[in-house]
Structures are given as structure tokens and as C-alpha cells.
């Protein structure tokens, strides 16, 4: 039977969050472990996902995640919300073909698929698979060769209909620690050798999304998958699930035995990397920011190893490491005071992060300046 609904204080939400996302207190697990644990890692940024590991592993090892992606046991495909994450190769088996339909509504939407003068989509979708199970490639030489055979439409649409429509994952070195490399692609299935699961239960993804970031709405749900129409869904699986309030009267759901630790736990300071699925992951984003912070913006710089800072669980500023020669600075912008004890303890916090990033460095130095 479902628990008892009570109401959650915004810090106990907070702190629910933080507790099963391990970032207040790192874990010793496994890096496939924890990408599995997390539901996936969003990773436009190549090397996003090490900075979120090493936020939330004891003894994060960068080699060992790189490892896995070289063994195939991890991938980078476009999954949730249409966007590239960093998944295990056992969950894109089973979780493409549930957000498929995210990547056909994008498409739709996309002045791509006006381009494709009188090339069927269906032929456009075969010629590319058939191009890319014999040799990865580029999607600007997908579109490039899907154009010569469909020339009245235009090739880098031809491409992106590739892009959007396939089942396709970036190919390594891309994404390897300590390497570069082009987006080059192939279908999920020649990669791994493997097929694609009929029919997944949605109800799966649910309860992933749940143990990672729970307790949640319906919408919380839509907005980190992209996928509608999850309140039916959510329904059948009620009778499983412990439902609360929030603050404000939505209707919360959660994994029964999630962790859901006290408003008065801890929280150290976390560094996360840019686009992190922990202030992704909600259409309410409330728990994350105080009202000092609702109105800043996530991402108030662009650039390499840019993200996000967390004091006490809360949004706080952006972080940015700059690299001069074989000196290192990490810039800490933040949104209010950072009292001297607490300052203390994101400057340690950032020193084994540039530790991590910019091992070897001969000087380093943490500065901080207001947003």
C-alpha cells in the first residue's frame, strides 16, 4: 500500500533530492553504478559527466569511467528531453525506444523537416542507417551523401533528419578523458551489437526517474524525460508508490524505501558541471533555489568546465576554470556573502576538483567575485 501523504517542507525536499543523487555524502560506487543510479547524465559537454561522477564517487576515478565508455559499457545518444546523456548500454537498449517519440515531436517541429524536398523520410532514415553501420561518420557527411541522391533537398537537413530520427550514439574518442574527438555516428545497435528492446514498459523509466530524483510531480517527470501524457501512467503505478505534498499543495511521488533525510542534514558544498540533470530534472526547480536565487540564471557563462555551485543544497553562483600556461584558476561567482567558514569550505571543495580537472598544475588559485 502507498505511505501516508504528509507534506514536505521545501529543505525536506531539498534534502530527499540531494540524499539519492549522493551529494550529501559522497558513495563509493561503481562509475557505471552511479550513471545507471542517476537515470542517465545529460553530456552535451564532453567531459560534463566526470565533474558530476567526482561530485558524488569517493575516490572518483576519471580512467575508470573513460574505461567504460572505450568497453562500450556506457554510451552518448540522445535520450531524454531529445538531448545527449551519458547512459549505460544495457539501459539505451531499453530506454531509445521510449523516447524516440521526443525526438520524432522535435523533429516535426524543426524547419529540418521542410528541407527534404522529395526525399521520403522513410528512404532518408534507411540510405543513413546503411551509410553509418558501415563506417561512422559526421552528420554534415551524412547529409553531404544523403544529398547527392536527394539533391532538391538540402543536405544538412538530410543530415539532421538523421540525426533526430536514428537511433545513433557518438562514437569514441569522443568523450574519453583526456582525449578530443569528433561527433562521429553510428546506430546504437551496431555499436553494441545488440537489439533495440520491443515494447519497453514506460513504467520502468518511472521509477528510475523517481529513485533519482524523487520525490516529484507528474510534470517534474515530463519535463526531465520529454515525454507527455505520463499521468495515466503515473496512476497504474500509484498503488506502489508513497505520495506526499508540497508547500504549495502538488502532489509528490516517490519510491517507498527512497532515502528522505531530515531538513536539518548537512549539505556540503558541491561543484556540478554544466547542464547537470540534478537542476534539469524538475518543471519546479523551487527546491533547488532560494528566493535570492529563483531569479538568476543556471548558466551565467559559457565556456570549458563551467557549471553550477551548491552551498547547503542550494543554488549559489557558477563556477569557471580558466588555465594560463601550467597556472589554474578557478572562478567562483556567487549570488550572495559566502561567510568566511563556509567560503573555506568551497574553496577546499574546489581545490580536488581542479585536482581532478587540471592534475599536475604548478599553481592554482580560487577566486571569488559576486553575481
Known amino acids: 500500500m502507498a505511505a501516508a501523504e504528509k507534506t514536505l517542507s521545501q529543505r525536506e525536499l531539498n534534502r530527499a533530492t540531494l540524499a539519492r543523487q549522493h551529494l550529501l555524502e559522497r558513495t563509493d560506487m561503481s562509475s557505471l553504478d552511479m550513471v545507471e543510479h542517476l537515470a542517465g547524465m545529460q553530456a552535451q559537454v564532453p567531459h560534463g559527466p566526470y565533474a558530476g561522477l567526482f561530485a558524488r564517487i569517493d575516490?572518483?576515478?576519471?580512467?575508470?569511467?573513460?574505461?567504460?565508455?572505450?568497453?562500450?559499457?556506457?554510451?552518448?545518444?540522445?535520450?531524454?528531453?531529445?538531448?545527449?546523456?551519458?547512459?549505460?548500454?544495457?539501459?539505451?537498449?531499453?530506454?531509445?525506444p521510449l523516447t524516440e517519440r521526443v525526438l520524432v515531436r522535435t523533429f516535426k517541429g524543426t524547419t529540418f523537416s521542410k528541407e527534404l524536398g522529395s526525399a521520403p523520410i522513410d528512404e532518408v532514415l534507411q540510405a543513413a542507417r546503411q551509410m553509418v553501420e558501415v563506417e561512422p561518420l559526421l552528420r554534415s557527411e551524412i547529409g553531404r551523401r544523403l544529398g547527392e541522391r536527394w539533391p532538391d533537398a538540402v543536405a544538412s537537413s538530410l543530415g539532421f533528419a538523421a540525426g533526430y530520427r536514428l537511433p545513433l550514439v557518438q562514437v569514441t574518442p569522443r568523450g574519453l578523458w583526456g582525449q578530443t574527438?569528433?561527433?562521429?555516428?553510428?546506430?546504437?545497435?551496431?555499436?553494441?551489437?545488440?537489439?533495440?528492446?520491443?515494447?519497453?514498459?514506460?513504467?520502468?523509466?518511472?521509477?528510475?526517474?523517481?529513485?533519482?530524483?524523487?520525490?516529484?510531480?507528474?510534470?517534474?517527470?515530463?519535463?526531465?524525460?520529454?515525454?507527455?501524457?505520463i499521468a495515466?501512467?503515473?496512476?497504474?503505478?500509484?498503488?506502489?508508490?508513497?505520495?506526499?505534498?508540497?508547500?504549495?499543495?502538488?502532489?509528490?511521488?516517490?519510491?517507498?524505501?527512497?532515502?528522505?533525510?531530515?531538513?536539518?542534514?548537512?549539505?556540503?558544498?558541491?561543484?556540478?558541471?554544466?547542464?547537470?540533470?540534478?537542476?534539469?530534472?524538475?518543471?519546479?526547480?523551487s527546491r533547488l533555489a532560494d528566493k535570492?536565487?529563483?531569479?538568476?540564471?543556471?548558466?551565467?557563462?559559457?565556456?570549458?568546465?563551467?557549471?553550477?555551485?551548491?552551498?547547503?543544497?542550494?543554488?549559489?553562483?557558477?563556477?569557471?576554470?580558466?588555465?594560463?600556461?601550467?597556472?589554474?584558476?578557478?572562478?567562483?561567482?556567487?549570488?550572495?556573502?559566502?561567510?568566511?567558514?563556509?567560503?573555506?569550505?568551497?574553496?577546499?571543495?574546489?581545490?580536488?576538483?581542479?585536482?581532478?580537472i587540471a592534475a599536475g598544475a604548478d599553481d592554482c588559485r580560487v577566486r571569488f567575485s559576486r553575481i
Open 59 to 96: 575516490g572518483f576515478d576519471p580512467a575508470e569511467a573513460s574505461g567504460l565508455l572505450s568497453e562500450r559499457k556506457l554510451i552518448r545518444g540522445w535520450f531524454m528531453r531529445g538531448t545527449i546523456h551519458l547512459i549505460s548500454s544495457r539501459d539505451s537498449l531499453r530506454w531509445w
Open 181 to 229: 574527438g569528433q561527433a562521429r555516428l553510428t546506430t546504437i545497435e551496431a555499436w553494441l551489437g545488440d537489439d533495440l528492446a520491443t515494447d519497453p514498459p514506460i513504467e520502468d523509466l518511472v521509477l528510475r526517474y523517481l529513485g533519482a530524483l524523487g520525490p516529484a510531480t507528474v510534470k517534474d517527470f515530463q519535463n526531465w524525460s520529454g515525454l507527455t501524457r
Open 232 to 285: 495515466e501512467v503515473v496512476d497504474r503505478l500509484r498503488p506502489q508508490l508513497a505520495t506526499f505534498r508540497a508547500e504549495d499543495g502538488r502532489e509528490l511521488f516517490d519510491l517507498p524505501d527512497a532515502p528522505r533525510p531530515g531538513a536539518d542534514v548537512p549539505s556540503p558544498p558541491r561543484f556540478l558541471p554544466e547542464y547537470d540533470n540534478l537542476l534539469l530534472g524538475h518543471a519546479d526547480r
Open 292 to 356: 535570492d536565487a529563483k531569479g538568476a540564471t543556471l548558466f551565467t557563462a559559457s565556456g570549458p568546465f563551467q557549471g553550477t555551485l551548491l552551498v547547503d543544497g542550494l543554488l549559489s553562483g557558477s563556477w569557471r576554470l580558466h588555465r594560463e600556461a601550467s597556472a589554474v584558476e578557478l572562478h567562483v561567482r556567487h549570488f550572495k556573502p559566502l561567510p568566511r567558514p563556509v567560503r573555506s569550505e568551497v574553496e577546499a571543495e574546489g581545490r580536488l576538483l581542479v585536482g581532478l
